[in-house]
Each structure stands twice: as C-alpha cells, then as structure tokens.
C-alpha cells in the first residue's frame, strides 16, 4: 500500500483546511484509515480514524468537534477537514492504514502503512 497525503499549509487561527490522502496498491474499502500528527519535539499522537466503510469514526478528544475524518471508497481516498484551527494544531500529519483491521483505532503501531505526511501551520 502506497499513501499519498496533501492539502497541508499555511492557515491562520480559526480558519480550516482539508487534508487528502490517496491510498493505492491494495483493495482500499478493506480496511481501516487514520491520522495522526507529530508537532515539533513531540511525540506522534492520533487525531482521528474510520472504519473500512466510513461508519465509524473515532477522534481525539483535543480535536473532537473541530475536526471530521471521512471517505471515498471509489476514490481510494481518506480526508481530514480541519476546522476552528489552533496554533496548538500546528504539526506533519500523517495518514496511515490499518491493513489488518476494519475498526478504527488510535494506537499507531495497529497501522502498518503511512505516507510521508504534510505539513500544517496555524498562526495566532
């Protein structure tokens, strides 16, 4: 599994931004999807995850109400809109996918795939 994260930048606080990735190489409505996001000199932390179908999510309680996983089986693709931006959001962020799973899930070593991440960047 190939994945393909974009959509990061420059934001200020309060405003949003929509994280895409594009997943290839295997069947993608079979398994799990998530987001996790490592600010610097911090440890990666999860942000979000969804199931194979989309049914079910999970998120952080620091970005619950602000941000919304989703995704589009047909388009092999898993988003992540970011709203009510804070400069504490400030971080890479790295999609990942959970191969062996169905259900979403927040620890990062369930995930066996990740892309390269991108950047966002909240000013205040």
């Known amino acids: 599994v190939q994945l393909q994260a974009s959509g990061g930048g420059l934001v200020q606080a309060g405003g949003s931004l929509r994280l895409s990735c594009v997943a290839s190489?295997?069947?993608?409505?079979?398994?799990?999807m998530g987001w996790f996001r490592q600010a610097p000199g911090k440890e990666r932390e999860f942000v979000a995850a969804?199931?194979?179908?989309?049914?079910?999510?999970y998120y952080a309680d620091s970005v619950k109400g602000r941000f919304t996983i989703s995704r589009d089986n047909a388009k092999n693709t898993v988003y992540l809109q970011m709203n009510s931006l804070k400069p504490e959001d400030t971080a890479v962020y790295y999609c990942?996918?959970?191969?062996?799973?169905?259900?979403?899930?927040?620890?990062?070593?369930?995930?066996?795939?990740w892309g390269q991440g991108t950047l966002v960047t909240v000013s205040s």
């Open positions: 969804i199931s194979w179908s989309g049914g079910s999510t």
């Open positions: 190489g295997r069947t993608f409505s079979s398994y799990a």
């Open positions: 990942a996918a959970d191969t062996y799973g169905v259900a979403p899930v927040a620890i990062a070593n369930e995930y066996d795939y």
